[in-house]
Nanobody, 122 residues
Framework: QVQLVESGGGLVQAGGSLRLSCAASGRTFSDTMAWFRQAPGKEREFVAAIRWSGGSPNYADSVKGRFAISRDNAKNTVYLQMNSLKPEDTAVYYC????????????????WGQGTQVTVSS
């Protein structure tokens, strides 16, 4: 059983930064961890993914160069550093786990956190 708990959301002005954290319990070494986001009235969309075992992270085109995903295996925690935030980044951000590598569809992720709200004001 995997449990995921996100933290770090909040209200920030455009151009600002936030760092989200996802504490994971019950993980396995080969798991892929990802961040998704969902804005009101929109579908949940992929943001970034990384494997506990290493390798290059994946990013959505909309966040490349602004967001960075990282992991701390010793702390069982995945981070999402968000810089140069834009109002269109406003959404609930979710941490998720998959046993499959390289997938960007939410349907491949079987464990989810409760979400954390990120609001970017203009």
């Amino acid at each position: 059983q995997v449990q995921l708990v996100e933290s770090g959301g909040g209200l920030v002005q455009a151009g600002g930064s936030l760092r989200l954290s996802c504490a994971a319990s019950g993980r396995t070494f080969s798991d892929t961890m990802a961040w998704f986001r969902q804005a009101p009235g929109k579908e949940r969309e992929f943001v970034a993914a990384i494997r506990w075992s290493g390798g290059s992270p994946n990013y959505a085109d909309s966040v490349k160069g602004r967001f960075a995903i990282s992991r701390d295996n010793a702390k069982n925690t995945v981070y999402l550093q968000m810089n140069s935030l834009k109002p269109e980044d406003t959404a609930v951000y979710y941490c998720a786990r998959s046993g499959v590598v390289g997938m960007k569809s939410p349907s491949f992720y079987d464990y989810w956190g409760q979400g954390t709200q990120v609001t970017v004001s203009s």
